[in-house]
């Protein structure tokens, strides 16, 4: 078991890449209210420090609920918003004078009863229960002092305070506190905001109007007002100017954070226009972090570098403004390959090719590949004990004419034991070529349209068995004629629209959001037109956080014939191999004009290897658990002959290594539930795969 895995990991040449960061702004601007302070005097103690409000530590992503985004950002990520912050310097609350009356003899008299004079809006009741000084005690004037700090502390009332002990004759004392309330919060004025609605921002501060003002509640808005923009991204925005009026009303100034230049450093060889084309963040926009997020991760999936930052300074041509620089370290995009490896579909197989993925610094891929496999792997009979032989050459454009376009061609040449057609060879000679299209009004939803013409033959490879299996059930001259059927190929005109919505958080190892697609595939038959064939088929794929690594997915797919009253045979849907229904051979569940199929699988870190840190290979490699079931309608003779069940339900096992751009290794182990059919094994294979299921039909 073990030598089988180690075959398929390192018959891979791995390009791994994760770029992770995540890091916290801080900076904290309290609101001043000028008080004139009251006038010394003798007969009063010494100062009372005002006690400071304690500047807050204020993260812009909240550790706990975005611990996976930090990781995966913090290698793009430079610290210019920290080193930014870090020059916002808070003003520095000024002194008051708090003062305590002496009283000759006071210290050994008791109080008697505490009262609060001067306060209108705020409440007695409020106060006096949060005083250390209580009636009865001894007159303490240190402990007054204290009970004066904590009522200022309470930030409703100015430093116009003091303590003043009266006697009773009776040999007691009552303790009068005189305040002053702060002027009263008459209105809210909002200034300098573009990104956020004055609605929104108002809906903080409503709460302050009617009260006196409080520097703790004010702060606290700030603070509310300043999370509320860095959850929408915008990370720069800042309360830059807060006084009040006369009649009470408290202006707020807002500084959104606008951005001067766009500035692109460390291309050699990529054109300078190619890397601003994928950048959506223009000059004149308010800094968004979501949206640098999307234009950093647009420019890494380009594939022609190998590190994207982003770095922000202040302005020296436009004050009051930052210039975003996107630093780039471009990768060597040129390269030899030469590899191998396992799959069930080819076997074992050696590769070479010869790509760039930024020809001529245009961010155009150009790829010529070629292919040796010993045949498909882990079917029954049906199959042809083949060498198979593949040759592509491909083109992408993936600014295909206007940003929302990208083009793929490719011609190619595939010669193996045909999958569908039992015991006959199969040979593709074709061209095609695929528009894909954003739409604009939703940036999740694309549109594709794939044309190209295809020559399809098909010839016979071991008649004698074939001649075998008929003579069981048909008679010669039937047997021809159904054999016939079986190997009709010709010309093929290929068109195929489709839909794909993606919302996946990212396309290697994703953990949550949704795949679906819908293609319609015409194949229109030059030489035979009645082999003229319709096809439609869809899939959706959601997947679920579980834990903190793992994630638990649920797949949906189903096609089936539209039109067509002769579909050939090599068209026909199949279930059973590593892509659809694991736990059969290649074909084992059945062939037939129409499908449906479902999967539940649960992938998870291997035990104890993810805590390996420094090793990023463990970092992509997941156990999966699984269960798949599917069924094929309207069998074609090979499932009568090789009695396969046409509908199974399997559970099993599997290893999963994520490679980016490509997708999964996948090593799994099924064990069928059902009825297996003649040609399967209640115990179940073995099967390996290059790539996701999803990418089938």
């Known amino acids: 078991m073990f030598k089988i895995i180690k075959k398929i990991l390192w018959g891979w040449l791995l390009v791994a890449f994760i770029c992770q960061c995540g890091y916290a702004a801080d900076f904290h601007m309290p609101f001043i209210h000028q008080k004139e302070q009251i006038e010394s005097s003798e007969d009063f103690t010494p100062e009372v420090t005002k006690p400071k409000k304690e500047k807050t530590k204020r993260h812009f992503f909240k550790k706990k609920q975005k611990a996976e985004e930090d990781d995966f950002w913090k290698d793009f990520y430079d610290d210019s918003v920290d080193e930014i912050n870090k020059e916002k310097k808070p003003p520095v609350l000024t002194s008051p004078n708090i003062k305590v009356e002496e009283y000759k003899e006071a210290e050994t008299r008791k109080v008697k009863s505490i009262k609060l004079s001067g306060n209108n809006i705020i409440s007695e009741n409020s106060i ?28 409703y009332f100015t430093d116009k305070m003091k303590a003043v002990p009266v006697d009773n ?79 009470g009303t408290i202006n707020i100034g807002i500084d959104e954070g606008i951005i001067g230049k766009i500035i692109i450093s460390g291309n050699e060889k990529t054109k300078d226009y190619i890397i601003a084309r994928n950048i959506m963040t223009e000059p004149g926009m308010v800094y968004n972090e979501e949206l ?73 891929r150009v790829g010529l590949s ?33 940003a929302d376009n990208s083009l793929l061609s490719k011609v190619y040449f595939r010669d193996y034991g045909s999958y569908q057609v039992p015991l006959a060879i199969e040979t593709r000679v074709g061209f095609e070529s695929t528009v894909s299209h954003k739409l604009k009004y939703n940036p999740n939803l694309s549109a594709t349209f794939t044309a190209g013409v295809e020559n399809i033959s098909l010839s016979e490879g071991d008649y004698s068995q074939i001649k075998h ?40 190892n994703p953990r949550k959001g949704t795949l679906a697609s819908v293609k319609f595939e015409e194949s229109l038959c030059v030489s035979k037109i009645k082999q003229t064939t319709g096809r439609l088929s869809g899939m959706v794929k959601r997947y679920i956080p579980v834990a903190s ?84 309608f309207n069998p074609t003779i090979t499932d009568r002959m090789y009695d396969r069940p046409m509908q199974a339900i399997t559970a099993g096992v599997g290893l999963k290594l994520f490679i980016p751009g490509i997708g999964p290794l996948s090593l799994d182990y099924g064990i069928p539930l059902t009825n297996p059919g003649s040609y399967g094994s209640k115990n179940g294979y073995f099967t390996f795969g290059v790539g996701d299921s999803i990418n089938m039909y």
């Not at 059973?576 to 992938?603: A, C, H, K, Q, W």
């Open 292 to 364: 640098i997020k999307q234009d950093l991760v647009r420019l890494y999936s380009t594939q022609a570098f190998k590190d994207v930052n982003r770095e922000i300074t202040p302005s020296e041509d436009y004050p009051g403004k930052y210039d975003v620089t996107i630093v780039v370290s471009e990768q060597r995009t040129a390269a030899l390959s030469i590899g191998g490896g396992l799959d069930s579909a080819t076997g074992i197989f050696g590769s070479l090719s010869i790509s760039d993925n930024n020809f001529r610094g245009l961010n155009q």
């Open 549 to 632: 690594k793992s994630s638990l997915s649920f797949t949906a797919r189903a096609g089936g014939k539209v039109h067509g009253t002769e579909e050939p045979e090599f068209l026909a849907y199949r279930l059973g191999g590593p892509y659809t229904i694991r736990g059969f051979r290649v074909n084992g569940v059945g062939v037939g004009d129409s499908f449906v199929m479902g999967s539940v699988e649960l992938n998870t870190p291997v035990l104890f290897l993810d805590r390996i840190k420094k090793v990023r290979f463990f970092d992509n490699l997941r156990l999966a658990f699984f269960v798949d079931a599917g069924k094929v």
């Open 128 to 155: 006096l229960p949060t005083l250390r000084t209580q009636i009865g005690d001894t007159f303490n004037k240190n402990l007054i002092q204290q009970d004066l700090q904590s009522i200022y502390a309470t930030g």
């Open 169 to 247: 004759n009776d040999g007691t004392l009552d303790i009068i506190i005189y305040v002053e309330e702060n002027i009263p919060v008459t209105d809210i004025q909002i200034y300098g905001n573009k990104s956020l609605n004055k609605e929104e921002i108002l809906n903080l501060v409503y709460p302050l109007i009617g009260m006196p003002q409080n520097i703790n509640s004010i702060n606290d808005v700030i603070d509310k007002i300043n999370d509320c923009y860095a959850s929408k991204g915008y990370l720069l925005a800042r309360i830059d100017a807060l006084y009040d009026d006369p009649d």
């Open 370 to 402: 070629g292919m040796v496999g010993s045949g498909i792997m882990m079917s029954d009979s049906s199959i042809l004990n083949r060498m198979n032989f593949q040759a592509e050459l491909s083109f992408f454009e993936p600014h295909f004419l206007n």
């Open 469 to 508: 299996l008929y003579s069981k059930f048909m008679t010669p001259s039937e047997y021809k004629a159904a054999r016939d059927r079986q190997l009709a190929d010709g010309f093929f005109i290929n068109l195929a629209p489709g839909l794909v919505y993606d919302t996946r958080d990212m396309s290697t």
